[in-house]
Protein backbone atom coordinates (compact mmCIF):
# COMPACT_ATOMS: atom_id res chain seq x y z
CA UNK A 1 0.00 0.00 0.00
CA UNK A 2 2.87 2.31 0.07
CA UNK A 3 3.17 2.48 -3.58
CA UNK A 4 -0.79 3.32 -3.55
CA UNK A 5 0.04 6.01 -0.82
CA UNK A 6 2.74 7.37 -2.92
CA UNK A 7 1.46 7.64 -6.20
CA UNK A 8 -1.73 9.32 -4.62
CA UNK A 9 0.46 11.98 -3.09
CA UNK A 10 2.44 12.21 -6.08
CA UNK A 11 -1.11 12.80 -7.57
CA UNK A 12 -2.50 15.16 -5.02
CA UNK A 13 0.52 17.78 -5.50
CA UNK A 14 0.44 17.30 -9.08
CA UNK A 15 -3.48 18.46 -8.52
CA UNK A 16 -2.80 21.07 -6.37
CA UNK A 17 -0.09 22.38 -9.25
CA UNK A 18 -2.64 22.45 -11.36
CA UNK A 19 -5.13 24.43 -9.13
CA UNK A 20 -2.65 26.83 -8.74
CA UNK A 21 -1.88 27.14 -12.74
CA UNK A 22 -5.90 27.29 -13.10
CA UNK A 23 -5.95 29.97 -10.33
CA UNK A 24 -3.01 31.72 -11.83
CA UNK A 25 -4.61 31.77 -15.67
CA UNK A 26 -7.92 32.91 -14.19
CA UNK A 27 -5.99 36.19 -12.68
CA UNK A 28 -4.83 36.27 -15.89
CA UNK A 29 -7.56 36.42 -18.15
CA UNK A 30 -8.70 38.96 -15.53
CA UNK A 31 -5.70 41.14 -15.74
CA UNK A 32 -6.08 40.97 -19.66
CA UNK A 33 -9.71 41.32 -19.72
CA UNK A 34 -8.73 45.01 -17.41
CA UNK A 35 -6.48 45.47 -19.60
CA UNK A 36 -9.09 44.74 -22.96
CA UNK A 37 -11.66 46.89 -21.36
CA UNK A 38 -8.46 49.93 -20.58
CA UNK A 39 -7.84 49.82 -24.08
CA UNK A 40 -11.04 49.77 -25.60
CA UNK A 41 -11.79 53.04 -22.94
CA UNK A 42 -8.48 54.86 -24.55
CA UNK A 43 -9.16 53.69 -28.23
CA UNK A 44 -13.39 55.20 -27.87
CA UNK A 45 -12.09 58.48 -25.80
CA UNK A 46 -9.49 58.66 -29.00
CA UNK A 47 -12.24 58.30 -31.93
CA UNK A 48 -14.40 60.84 -29.86
CA UNK A 49 -11.62 63.42 -29.12
CA UNK A 50 -10.59 63.01 -32.99
CA UNK A 51 -14.67 63.68 -34.25
CA UNK A 52 -14.87 66.20 -32.18
CA UNK A 53 -11.66 68.03 -33.04
CA UNK A 54 -12.40 66.75 -37.19
CA UNK A 55 -15.89 68.52 -36.46
CA UNK A 56 -14.73 71.65 -34.96
CA UNK A 57 -12.26 72.14 -38.67
CA UNK A 58 -15.44 70.93 -40.43
CA UNK A 59 -17.64 74.05 -38.39
CA UNK A 60 -14.56 76.27 -39.60
CA UNK A 61 -14.36 75.73 -42.32
CA UNK A 62 -18.47 76.01 -42.89
CA UNK A 63 -18.83 79.28 -41.40
CA UNK A 64 -15.17 80.67 -43.63
CA UNK A 65 -17.27 79.39 -46.60
CA UNK A 66 -20.55 81.13 -45.54
CA UNK A 67 -18.67 84.43 -44.29
CA UNK A 68 -16.98 84.31 -47.74
CA UNK A 69 -19.71 83.54 -49.74
CA UNK A 70 -21.69 86.79 -47.97
CA UNK A 71 -18.95 89.07 -48.79
CA UNK A 72 -18.58 87.43 -52.69
CA UNK A 73 -22.80 87.86 -52.54
CA UNK A 74 -21.90 91.69 -51.23
CA UNK A 75 -19.31 92.47 -53.82
CA UNK A 76 -21.67 91.04 -56.86
CA UNK A 77 -24.50 92.62 -55.92
CA UNK A 78 -22.37 96.14 -55.95
CA UNK A 79 -21.09 94.65 -59.25
CA UNK A 80 -25.30 94.96 -60.55
CA UNK A 81 -25.78 98.24 -58.66
CA UNK A 82 -23.08 100.01 -60.69
CA UNK A 83 -23.92 98.39 -64.01
CA UNK A 84 -24.93 100.43 -66.53
CA UNK A 85 -27.63 99.20 -69.01
CA UNK A 86 -28.20 101.51 -71.65
CA UNK A 87 -31.56 102.67 -72.61
CA UNK A 88 -32.63 101.68 -75.77
CA UNK A 89 -31.75 103.57 -78.85
CA UNK A 90 -28.40 104.66 -76.81
CA UNK A 91 -25.13 103.95 -77.67
CA UNK A 92 -24.40 100.29 -76.79
CA UNK A 93 -28.16 99.19 -76.40
CA UNK A 94 -29.08 96.26 -78.05
CA UNK A 95 -31.18 96.38 -81.47
CA UNK A 96 -31.84 92.86 -82.67
CA UNK A 97 -35.20 92.92 -84.63
CA UNK A 98 -38.75 91.04 -83.31
CA UNK A 99 -38.25 86.80 -83.17
CA UNK A 100 -41.64 86.87 -84.49
CA UNK A 101 -44.97 88.57 -84.40
CA UNK A 102 -45.94 86.74 -80.88
CA UNK A 103 -43.32 88.84 -79.03
CA UNK A 104 -44.78 92.12 -78.60
CA UNK A 105 -41.25 93.85 -79.30
CA UNK A 106 -41.32 96.61 -81.71
CA UNK A 107 -39.55 95.78 -85.35
CA UNK A 108 -36.35 97.28 -86.03
CA UNK A 109 -36.89 100.58 -88.31
CA UNK A 110 -34.63 104.21 -88.44
CA UNK A 111 -36.18 104.90 -84.71
CA UNK A 112 -34.64 101.67 -83.55
CA UNK A 113 -31.51 103.58 -82.52
CA UNK A 114 -31.20 107.29 -82.18
CA UNK A 115 -29.59 109.78 -83.84
CA UNK A 116 -26.25 109.47 -85.50
CA UNK A 117 -26.20 105.55 -84.33
CA UNK A 118 -26.73 102.82 -86.34
CA UNK A 119 -28.11 99.41 -85.56
CA UNK A 120 -25.37 97.26 -86.72
CA UNK A 121 -23.85 93.54 -85.73
CA UNK A 122 -20.47 92.22 -84.63
CA UNK A 123 -19.62 88.57 -85.14
CA UNK A 124 -18.44 86.87 -82.25
CA UNK A 125 -17.26 83.08 -81.71
CA UNK A 126 -18.49 80.45 -79.58
CA UNK A 127 -16.26 77.42 -80.22
CA UNK A 128 -18.14 75.98 -82.83
CA UNK A 129 -20.92 78.70 -83.67
CA UNK A 130 -20.72 81.95 -84.53
CA UNK A 131 -23.33 84.63 -81.83
CA UNK A 132 -24.25 87.49 -83.57
CA UNK A 133 -24.55 90.65 -81.13
CA UNK A 134 -26.64 93.65 -82.75
CA UNK A 135 -26.30 97.06 -80.78
CA UNK A 136 -26.87 100.77 -81.55
CA UNK A 137 -23.49 102.45 -82.27
CA UNK A 138 -21.83 105.20 -83.92
CA UNK A 139 -22.39 105.44 -87.74
CA UNK A 140 -18.49 105.24 -88.07
CA UNK A 141 -18.01 102.29 -85.52
CA UNK A 142 -15.60 99.54 -87.01
CA UNK A 143 -15.14 97.56 -83.56
CA UNK A 144 -17.36 96.77 -80.67
CA UNK A 145 -16.01 95.55 -77.62
CA UNK A 146 -17.55 92.28 -76.25
CA UNK A 147 -16.89 89.72 -73.42
CA UNK A 148 -18.42 87.17 -72.00
CA UNK A 149 -21.15 87.53 -68.96
CA UNK A 150 -20.01 86.86 -65.56
CA UNK A 151 -20.26 83.51 -64.41
CA UNK A 152 -22.19 82.15 -61.15
CA UNK A 153 -20.70 83.55 -58.19
CA UNK A 154 -17.52 85.02 -59.80
CA UNK A 155 -16.79 88.71 -57.60
CA UNK A 156 -15.39 90.27 -61.12
CA UNK A 157 -16.49 91.21 -64.41
CA UNK A 158 -14.71 89.23 -67.78
CA UNK A 159 -12.40 91.03 -69.51
CA UNK A 160 -13.81 92.41 -73.16
CA UNK A 161 -12.63 91.57 -76.51
CA UNK A 162 -12.46 94.15 -79.57
CA UNK A 163 -14.88 92.46 -82.64
CA UNK A 164 -15.35 93.86 -85.98
CA UNK A 165 -18.83 95.87 -85.75
CA UNK A 166 -20.79 96.62 -89.12
CA UNK A 167 -24.06 98.56 -89.51
CA UNK A 168 -26.84 96.64 -90.72
CA UNK A 169 -28.79 99.55 -92.37
CA UNK A 170 -25.68 100.36 -94.74
CA UNK A 171 -26.33 96.78 -95.50
CA UNK A 172 -29.88 97.41 -95.94
CA UNK A 173 -29.12 99.80 -98.31
CA UNK A 174 -26.48 98.88 -100.66
CA UNK A 175 -28.41 95.39 -100.77
CA UNK A 176 -31.47 97.64 -101.63
CA UNK A 177 -28.81 99.47 -104.15
CA UNK A 178 -27.45 96.18 -105.47
CA UNK A 179 -31.15 94.96 -106.61
CA UNK A 180 -32.14 97.83 -108.01
CA UNK A 181 -28.82 97.80 -110.22
CA UNK A 182 -29.75 94.34 -111.30
CA UNK A 183 -33.30 95.44 -111.78
CA UNK A 184 -32.40 97.97 -114.48
CA UNK A 185 -29.28 95.56 -116.18
CA UNK A 186 -32.23 92.78 -116.21
CA UNK A 187 -34.96 95.84 -117.75
CA UNK A 188 -32.10 96.86 -120.32
CA UNK A 189 -31.64 93.58 -122.00
Given at each position: ????????????????S?????????????L?A?E???A?A??????????A???????????????????????????????V??????????C???????????????????E??????????????????E??Q????????W???????????????????????????L???????????????
Open positions: MGELRDASAELDLALAALEDYVDAENLVTKEVQETLKMATIVACKEKYDEYWNTWMDAIGDRESDLETIEDLLTDQIPERGSAGAREKALSNGTWRQARDDTTCNGLCCGAAKIPMGNVMMTITCAEATVEVQGPARGPMETTVPDTDPYPFTCIDGAQKAAAASALAAAVYMLA
